[in-house]
């Protein structure tokens, strides 16, 4: 039999029918790469379904992974069997661990010849994916496709959200379907569906009478609570009651940038990076730790706040606890983020609180980012960030631009400086942090985000590991500006190295050298590189003013210090 798959000649077959059905869920795009499926789907079978082509599955996976994080809606990508589906895992893989409804497609060897192993470009798809999804199943009979996208979905957007994987064999995709049958109604999912206690309000109570002895409760916000449609809720709460609020990597934005109750975002290298007892001043005053849509995959760990006094920890998610044996709260309220912060709201009448003091670390921080010094072996990453945001500021309107971190030490200046003014202001990979996530996460978030700024910060390691998708950036015209921070090295390696070693092994993280800036200008972006922070200021706001795909190359060094990183103990 040929592996060239014949479609009927009126059209009607079973790709149709699965772009219909993503189309009907309200999915627009399909980002991917095709291939000999393509005999069997062409992607302009439905109006209003577009196909987005990447130049690596990675992309395509990481960039629906954020669509689908920013907008709460399921969204596709898609792979060529066996070598395009292992290229797609990466990106499934920063779906489940950083929680996002991604409906994951891959075709798959023709239905009579799946021998995983032996046929040619043939793996067992379904094996590889069932492990990092929440359903993968194959298509078997060409009239099964709608209830199994309906199936998908369902999964998909049911808390903790992640990714549905469908493995398509390409002559069922080609094969004849009948239309004109009605299909099922859709119930479109509003917000994801979470798990609900029958006893939470009495855990709720609990969690209240405790809120009310406490005299310095804090809130850590994670994702879900974004999810649940809890941030105004959560800023009314807070301000109502004077509660600081601490987020993880990728709910920062929940109160505004400058918003005096916005304690920061935490992460295990800053006490480190600001040669500051930060840990230490953000909890150890604290006395009781509400943990508001808090998932252990966002990497705050427990032991981050288990500083200074001895603390009561009250648990809120839509999700069972699947970490007893590293958080086992005294009080555990499995809800809805909302129902749980509304309940709570109209029956706290006790007097606000009196915020613990951050002034000294909030005074580190901006002594740090005001760094003047001009350093000749490169600049530094705060001074970076510092002049990200200055433009940001000046370019975003209130409450709008995205900066996105792709994964290196400098992600780690990031959580801590970069401004979010709005839920997922700040975009990174806090669960999976691959290496490469940041162009693909960009066009994500551009995408969604049409009207506003998008600032990318990558690494020379992680950039250039996925760079060939700077040409869709160009083909796209996103207007991202994207700075590469450049030393010639993989920074965090190198940091872990000094931990263990006390030295660094050149092999084992050195690069040789790459002009970025021609780089971008081979894809068709616009470039230039900035040596200092003038030079970067005024780079900056002439991308941000382009209206076009810009880049700028920055060298940069590290001073590392072997002190500080104790939270980074597992």
């Known amino acids: 039999m040929s592996r060239v798959s014949s479609t009927p000649d009126n059209g009607e077959t079973t790709a149709r029918l699965l772009l219909q059905r993503l189309r009907d869920h309200g999915i627009t795009n399909v980002f991917g790469v095709v291939g000999r499926e393509a005999a069997s789907i062409l992607f302009d079978e439905i109006e209003g379904l577009d196909f987005i082509l990447t130049r690596h599955e990675f992309t395509a996976g990481v960039a629906a992974d954020v669509l689908a994080r920013i907008t709460g809606r399921p969204q596709a990508c898609w792979a060529t069997l066996g070598p395009g589906m292992t290229n797609l895992s990466t990106g499934v893989a920063t779906s489940i661990l950083d929680r996002s409804p991604v409906i994951a497609l891959a075709a798959q060897s023709e239905s009579h010849d799946i021998f995983p192993n032996d046929t040619h470009q043939c793996l067992d798809s379904v094996g590889v994916m069932r492990p990092m999804t929440k359903y993968a199943t194959e298509l078997e009979r060409p009239d099964d496709v709608t209830d199994l996208v309906d199936s998908a979905i369902a999964a998909a957007m049911t808390e903790p959200v992640g990714p549905s994987f469908l493995s398509l064999p390409v002559d069922l995709l080609g094969a004849e379907a009948d239309l004109s049958s009605p299909r099922p109604p859709i119930h479109p999912v509003v917000k994801p569906i979470g798990t609900v206690d029958a006893n939470w309000r009495q855990a709720a109570d609990q969690a209240l009478t405790l809120l009310a002895q406490a005299e310095h409760p804090v809130l850590v916000v994670g994702a879900s609570a974004i999810r649940s449609g809890a941030v105004p809720a959560i800023r009314a709460l807070a301000e109502r009651l004077r509660i600081p609020v601490v987020t993880t990597y990728i ?320």
């Open 251 to 570: 709910a920062k934005g929940v109160l505004p940038h400058r918003h005096e109750l916005n304690y920061g975002a935490v992460t295990g290298y800053m006490d480190g990076i600001l040669s500051f007892p930060a840990l230490e001043t953000l909890f150890g005053p604290v006395d009781l730790v509400l943990t508001v849509g808090y998932d252990y995959a966002e990497d705050l760990r427990p032991s981050m706040w288990s500083r200074g006094r001895s603390k009561k920890t009250v648990r809120v998610s839509p999700t069972v606890n699947p970490i007893p044996r590293v958080y086992r709260p005294d009080v555990d309220v499995v809800t809805d983020v909302l129902a749980f912060v509304e309940y709570l709201d109209e029956r706290a009448t006790f007097a606000a609180k009196t915020p613990h003091d951050i002034s000294a670390l909030r005074a580190r921080i901006a002594e740090f980012l005001a760094d003047p010094q001009k350093y000749a072996d490169g600049m530094r990453v705060h001074q970076v960030m510092d002049a990200m945001n200055t433009v940001m500021e000046e370019t975003a309107d209130t409450g709008q631009g995205t900066i996105v971190s792709d994964i290196g030490f400098f992600r780690h200046y990031g959580v801590l400086f970069a401004r979010a003014d709005q839920p997922f202001g700040f975009l990174t990979s806090a669960g999976c942090s691959s290496f490469g996530y940041g162009i693909p996460a960009a066009i994500g978030a551009q995408l969604a985000r049409p009207g506003q700024p998008t600032f990318l910060i990558a690494g020379d390691g992680g950039f250039h590991s996925n760079s060939a998708d700077l040409e869709t950036i160009a083909r796209l015209n996103l207007p991202i500006v994207t700075v590469v921070v450049n030393n010639d090295t993989n920074g965090l390696i190198e940091l872990y190295q000094n931990l263990g070693h006390k030295r660094s092994h050149d092999p084992a993280v050195k690069f040789g050298s790459v002009d970025f800036t021609q780089l971008a200008q081979a894809n068709g972006i616009d470039a230039v590189r900035a040596a200092n922070r003038e030079e970067l200021l005024s780079a900056l706001r002439k991308g941000a003013g382009s209206g076009q795909p810009f880049l700028i190359e920055v060298p940069v060094n590290y001073d590392f210090t072997s002190g500080g990183f104790g939270a980074l103990s597992i």
